[in-house]
């Protein structure tokens, strides 16, 4: 079946250590993003990938690192310099035809 | 730039009755637009959508939408809201050639 999946889908971390979410897909989409959401706030932008091993940095990358080096993967690092880690965190994948965007079912960060 | 409008953080409304929910949008190019939902601890998915033609547009759940150019809206209606349409609700644009904007979302809360 088709479609991105996410993992862990919650995950608890004490102050001061990086983690790290996956993010696969299969859809054989170029473009992936990687979305914060809190809230009240809505989703914000943390990192975006087009093409393999390029990313760009979105609204919100202070404390995030990416990499893509595969089409398929697109792991997000929340590293110890990140304020405030506790979030949902959200990545989807686009439909480079409609500008449609397809998301996973997201990972739950805890900071304790 | 672009910028999406949620006028409503909330909407309650009772079981059976007809709800709609409002987006206006600003860009100066022409836009394809999207409306999103999500339940609790979910990813989001894909309502509908507004590419081209008809301004008129049906999606999944017995949602609608339509394009307004003129009033620069796409608001979300269904005649007949059931339990289930309990979820937060996301207004999306894009223009293909940059990154895809969301609202703030709107939470619609179901009454017995």
């Known amino acids: 079946d088709g479609g991105i999946t996410q993992s862990p889908k919650y995950l608890f971390r004490k102050e001061g250590q990086n983690v790290t979410l996956s993010c696969e897909q299969n859809?054989?989409?170029?473009?992936m993003y990687w979305y914060r959401q809190d809230p009240g706030q809505g989703l914000r932008l943390i990192y975006y990938s087009q093409i393999v091993n390029d990313f760009q940095k979105g609204d919100i990358a202070e404390g995030y690192s990416v990499s893509r080096e595969k089409k398929e993967s697109f792991p997000l690092t929340v590293t110890s310099a990140q304020k405030n880690p506790t979030a949902f965190y959200l990545c989807a994948t686009t439909d480079a035809n409609t500008g449609e965007l397809f998301f996973g079912e997201g990972s739950r960060l805890t900071v304790l | 730039a672009q910028s999406v409008t949620q006028l409503d953080s909330q909407v309650p409304v009772f079981e059976e009755a007809p709800v709609e929910l409002r987006c206006n949008y600003s860009?100066?190019?022409?836009?394809?637009l999207f409306w999103y939902v999500q339940y609790p601890n979910q990813g989001l998915q894909l309502l509908l959508k507004y590419l081209s033609g008809s301004t008129l547009v049906k999606g999944i759940n017995g949602f609608e939408a339509e394009f307004n150019k003129s009033q620069t809206s796409f608001h979300l209606r269904k005649p007949s809201v059931h339990i289930s349409d309990t979820a937060e609700y996301f207004c999306?644009?894009?223009?293909?050639?940059?990154?895809?904007?969301f609202g703030k979302g709107t939470r619609l809360h179901i009454l017995p």
């Open positions: 999306a644009v894009t223009n293909r050639d940059d990154k895809i904007i």
């Open positions: 859809l054989n989409h170029d473009a």
């Open positions: 860009s100066s190019v022409s836009v394809y």
